[in-house]
């Protein structure tokens, strides 16, 4: 693991802190490329970069939130890893949400451009939670477990690389997105799916992981998880909107 990069004076540059930069990078270009394959307005792209900025402020507090037991405030916030998906997903999906309706984009195909780009930008930031020993797995005695010595916390039992297991599984996510709309499957479909395939994967993975349970076996991000799936199986059930038929019509 490589939980410090270099420094810059005083400033530590960690690999978990560069590839979040490169998955928001990497996923702002995924996403206007899928802008432009859709015939939607280059300017939606400020539903990502605002989208981006929400995220990153949710996922911290809910980490926050998650562990206030073991520090202070401040040295939690200011952990050098320490970010929970789902608290980006929903202050990302809020600061996007606000900013679509304020322009007044169509919502869903929007979103659905985006889908292929949190898939990808996710990928890149559960690798750098793997290389700087965050969100890890319990215990366990196969051979490609991994001791995380200077994690968050530390172990130098071998556990379960959960970060790799997402990120694989966000790998082939995004691949079979950009397949489904490289396709032309209707823009709903694409959401809905994604949100009830990423929330049952991640709600399957949450047994592996070590974090606080809250609700018997349960931990917030089962919660979160099961919220994600209502969410998408509700997409696939409602009906589309005059919006989505306009944008559906001129594609």
Same mark, same amino acid.
């Given at each position: 693991?490589? +939980?410090?990069?270099?420094?810059?004076?005083?400033? @530590?540059?960690?690999? =978990?802190?560069?590839?979040?930069?490169?998955? !928001?990078?990497?996923? #702002?270009?995924?996403?206007?490329?899928?802008?432009?394959? $859709?015939?939607?307005? @280059?300017?939606?792209?400020?539903?990502?970069?605002?989208?981006?900025?929400?995220?990153?402020?949710?996922?911290?507090?809910?980490?926050?939130?998650?562990?206030? !037991?073991?520090?202070?405030?401040?040295?939690?916030?200011?952990?050098?890893?320490?970010?929970?998906? =789902?608290?980006? =997903? *929903?202050?990302?999906?809020?600061?996007?949400?606000?900013?679509?309706?304020?322009?007044?984009? +169509?919502? /869903?195909? *929007?979103?659905?451009?985006?889908? +292929?780009?949190?898939? *990808?930008?996710?990928? #890149?930031?559960?690798?750098?939670?793997?290389?700087?020993?965050?969100?890890?797995?319990?215990?366990?005695?196969?051979?490609? $477990?991994?001791?995380?010595?200077?994690?968050?916390?530390?172990?130098?039992?071998? /556990?379960?690389?959960?970060?790799?297991?997402?990120?694989?599984?966000?790998?082939? #996510?995004?691949?079979?997105?950009?397949?489904?709309?490289?396709?032309?499957? @209707?823009?709903?479909?694409?959401?809905?799916?994604?949100?009830?395939?990423?929330?049952?994967?991640? =709600?399957?993975?949450?047994?592996?992981?070590?974090?606080?349970?809250?609700?018997? +076996?349960?931990?917030? $991000?089962?919660?979160?998880?099961?919220?994600?799936?209502? #969410?998408?199986?509700?997409?696939?059930? $409602?009906?589309?909107?005059?919006?989505?038929?306009?944008?559906?019509?001129?594609?």
């Amino acid at each position: 693991m490589y +939980p410090v990069l270099f420094r810059i004076g005083s400033l @530590d540059i960690t690999s =978990f802190g560069v590839m979040v930069a490169l998955g !928001a990078l990497v996923g #702002l270009w995924v996403f206007r490329r899928e802008l432009s394959r $859709a015939g939607l307005p @280059d300017a939606a792209l400020d539903a990502a970069v605002y989208g981006l900025v929400g995220g990153l402020v949710g996922a911290k507090l809910l980490y926050v939130f998650e562990h206030r !037991a073991e520090g202070p405030f401040l040295g939690l916030l200011l952990d050098r890893g320490g970010m929970s998906w =789902f608290g980006g =997903f *929903v202050g990302g999906l809020l600061a996007g949400y606000m900013t679509i309706r304020a322009n007044g984009w +169509p919502l /869903v195909p *929007v979103l659905a451009a985006a889908t +292929p780009a949190l898939a *990808v930008g996710q990928l #890149l930031g559960r690798i750098g939670c793997f290389l700087v020993g965050d969100d890890y797995g319990h215990p366990t005695s196969l051979p490609w $477990a991994v001791a995380f010595p200077q994690g968050l916390p530390p172990t130098t039992e071998r /556990v379960h690389p959960t970060q790799l297991y997402e990120a694989a599984f966000l790998a082939v #996510l995004a691949w079979v997105l950009i397949r489904w709309r490289t396709r032309g499957l @209707d823009d709903r479909k694409v959401l809905g799916r994604y949100f009830l395939i990423a929330g049952l994967f991640r =709600f399957a993975l949450e047994f592996l992981r070590v974090n606080t349970r809250v609700l018997g +076996p349960f931990t917030v $991000a089962h919660l979160f998880s099961l919220l994600v799936v209502g #969410l998408g199986a509700a997409i696939l059930l $409602a009906p589309r909107t005059r919006s989505e038929t306009a944008v559906r019509a001129r594609a």
